[in-house]
């Protein structure tokens, strides 16, 4: 299975582009022992756009235009079901199970995603009822995707 880990905002150097790589470094190895083929991280710039609707349309045009034909998505809402750590990597193992080729996760901008997106998402995915910052996001999801890898190879990682 290949994942997409697809946001707006830019990771501009500094501590959590550096946390945010060694996560996706540790993904890359590991994740192939789970039937993980490819990771690939991409992030656009904030629309620019004069109202919260035009921005958040110019950008759900950029992160559709970024996924892989057939991607499952997993948006992330505030709206979305909040996933234990263990119930993550379950939802991960499904997949591969199932045989989806393509996972994609979606980071919305500052003004999140429009109705649209949400409705028409495979699952609404939630890190929790804070609001965090998309570096953040970035960061967290990474180390999620990872520690939901090694609870699947059963590595050490995750201890309970």
């Known amino acids: 299975m290949r994942l997409q880990v697809i946001g707006i905002g830019k990771l501009k150097a500094g501590p959590e582009k550096t946390l945010a790589d060694e996560y996706r470094t540790r993904l890359e190895g590991l994740g192939r022992q789970a039937g993980i083929t490819k990771l690939t991280v991409t ?3 904030e629309s620019q756009g004069q109202t919260v609707s035009r921005r958040q349309n110019e950008e759900a045009k950029i992160l559709s235009s970024a996924l892989a034909p057939k991607a499952f998505t997993l948006v992330l809402d505030e709206r979305g079901k909040p996933l234990s750590s263990e119930a993550f990597s379950q939802l ?3 997949h591969l199970d199932q045989g989806t080729q393509d996972l994609a996760f979606l980071i919305g901008g500052p003004d999140g995603h429009t109705a649209e997106a949400r409705k028409s998402a495979g699952q609404l995915l939630s ?3 804070m609001t965090w910052p998309h570096r953040l996001v970035r ?3 990474l180390e999620q ?3 939901a890898v090694t609870i699947m190879v059963n590595h ?3 201890r309970l």
Request: aromatic share 16%.
């Open 145 to 147: 995707i990872y520690r």
């Open 92 to 94: 991960l193992q499904r």
């Open 139 to 141: 960061v967290m999801l």
């Open 127 to 129: 890190l929790g009822e």
């Open 156 to 158: 050490p990682y995750h």
């Open 43 to 45: 992030d656009f710039p």
